[in-house]
């Protein structure tokens, strides 16, 4: 789960091309750095690492993956309710399965609890870990409790099972890409918050009660031949720049495309505004995806009416690497918005 | 993982009588009560949830655990170094899939980081995590980094094959209840550095580098029929009333068979304090099983030449409820010491 920005909005793009296997900055560098050294002896069971959205582990069987979220850096005690607070940390978690198509088996959730929250606060985080897991047809199989001389962790790690699982890294030139629902909501709703302002109720959902797409994922798998797939956690630049790095393509999109969550208000903010938003807001638990062309426009009405969001065609794979925005002209210019990046802010 | 106690010493007992499936305290009537709430619906592949030291899914093949560690909670940053932070927290989470006799296939880990950590250090404590995963064999799977306002927190998730995992509720009246290696040195580090003392080299390695008995547990998977297994992680009297509870029997344990610690001082603590950090301390991560009379007797020897540690018939299983002290003339007494919990000493 990436944090919200200490400054309110989320911040214009230090990273003109998004060039690396995870993307840039500090949180990532320190992930490429461990995971640079090699392990030994290599795990009998795993066939992929990190650096996707899960570890497939067993005969690419079963995915895992865990999302840690803490207080004061994801979520502020007084914009949510115990059972948000769970619900959210579970299906932040959750997403990262349905960015594999892997069907949700369970979640275990550790919890740092203040002094105060050992009681029925804890129980009403945990009703809300549970209600998610269920949401996706899984269970809460565990997890650990312990005192916090600080804020309140969660950490919540799920199991589920791949029987095809999409990575990253299968983009090819002449793709399509694609999205489902709307983007911003989420980051829109923190700001709003962060300035003491109340969001619509149709955004702040979007931040308190996320639904990771589950369904979504595993129903285009059926039908459509999906060449990558990852859910949006960072924001799309982000976001399709990790499949752009997987890939070793480039991946350009249409600015007019974004599908922009209709619940950001028109005014006073800016159509650039609103664009920077649900380019970089993060943490809608959208889908990115790619497919050969016409692949998902033959399922695309009846995704829509099965689930009731739009699934959308924001953009292209091209060859070259990074991510940009299409011209007029039939050229591209690299995009200036980044993803959040944890430890950005700080010093 | 438990955490250390405020005062520095393990408590003595408020609970003559260990009763419940998972023990008493506030932290178990915690779980307890989210536990009781009802899954709906039944996660499809979970055939052992909450409640044994792993969740065990997939067709009972694989099983899962995860163990949070707390600065300031579990361990103070000036006792350790960051790969001993990793390994601590590694090993903690890996000793859940010992007690099941499950192969570790892999880790998982979330680490929440003040922002002084987030460059080597933490690069360094994920040495130690993937040193203490690839000890037993095992490899770094995944994790999430994030910042942290406050204390420095580990959430270690582990993954492993469970061939045919051992519970804690098989023990049957009759059985011999054995232990391995030496147990109360790693309580009495904690207390040593509590107090500003120096522990012994020999004590302070098994609270810093604690060794998981993952392949000791898979040795004995092997050669005897255990009827149950759980790791030492709360203290003796703790653990092995977990077992008593989730078998339904009683456990009578030989006052003077437990295998205290060689690195504690004789003097100037009394062997009745030697014998609390062996019955209470916890985390020595030890295994405690049961199994037919005279079926661990027959490969002792064995064990003990291949691993370099004691296998100590401390007890044995009757019928009833709770552990108990047996007396010279063949009965018993209730035991007074408890294992530790979080939040008893909080207001």
Redo the contacts between chains.
């Keep these: 789960?990436r944090?919200f920005p200490e400054g309110g909005r989320p911040g214009a793009g230090e990273y003109p091309e998004l060039q690396s296997e995870l993307g840039p900055g500090?949180?990532f560098d320190?992930?490429r750095?461990?995971l640079r050294?090699p392990?030994?002896?290599?795990?009998?069971?795993?066939t992929l690492?990190?650096g996707d959205d899960?570890?497939v582990?067993?005969g690419e069987?079963?995915a895992?993956?865990?999302?840690?979220?803490?207080?004061?850096?994801?979520f502020r005690r007084e914009w949510l309710s115990a059972e948000e607070i769970g619900w959210r940390a579970t299906s932040a978690a959750l997403s990262d399965l349905a960015a594999m198509a892997a069907r949700p088996?369970?979640v275990?959730a550790?919890?740092?609890l203040p002094?105060g929250d050992?009681?029925e606060f804890?129980?009403r985080l945990?009703?809300g870990v549970?209600a998610a897991a269920?949401r996706v047809?899984?269970?809460?199989?565990?997890?650990?409790?312990?005192?916090?001389?600080?804020?309140l962790?969660v950490?919540v790690?799920v199991?589920g099972?791949a029987r095809s699982p999409v990575r990253r890294s299968g983009a090819r030139a002449g793709d399509e890409v694609w999205v489902t629902g709307a983007l911003g909501g989420s980051a829109y709703a923190v700001a709003a918050l962060l300035e003491n302002r109340r969001p619509l109720p149709e955004a702040r959902v979007r931040f308190a009660r996320p639904a990771p797409r589950t369904g979504e994922a595993l129903w285009l798998l059926d039908r459509v031949a999906l060449t990558s797939l990852i859910d949006i956690s960072d924001g799309l630049a982000g976001d399709a720049g990790h499949i752009a790095a997987a890939s070793g393509v480039a991946i350009v999109l249409d600015r007019s495309a974004i599908p922009v969550d209709p619940s950001l208000p028109a005014d006073p903010d800016s159509s650039e505004e609103r664009l920077r938003y649900a380019m970089a807001g993060g943490e809608d638990y959208e889908l990115c995806l790619s497919a050969a062309p016409g692949a998902v426009a033959a399922v695309r009405e009846a995704f829509e009416s099965e689930f009731g969001i739009a699934l959308t065609r924001v953009g292209e794979v091209e060859p070259g690497r990074g991510v940009f925005w299409g011209t007029s002209d039939g050229g591209r210019v690299p995009l200036a918005i980044s993803g959040f990046q944890?430890?950005r802010e700080?010093?």
């Design positions: 789960m944090g500090r949180e320190l992930i750095s461990f050294r392990a030994h002896p290599r795990p009998a069971g795993e690492g990190p899960c570890a582990v067993i069987r079963i895992i993956s865990c999302d840690m979220s803490v207080e004061g850096v994801h088996i369970g275990l550790s919890c740092a002094d050992a009681g804890a129980v945990m009703s549970r269920e047809g899984g269970g809460v199989l565990g997890g650990d409790l312990t005192r916090s001389p600080g804020p962790v950490d790690t199991i099972e944890h430890f700080s010093h």
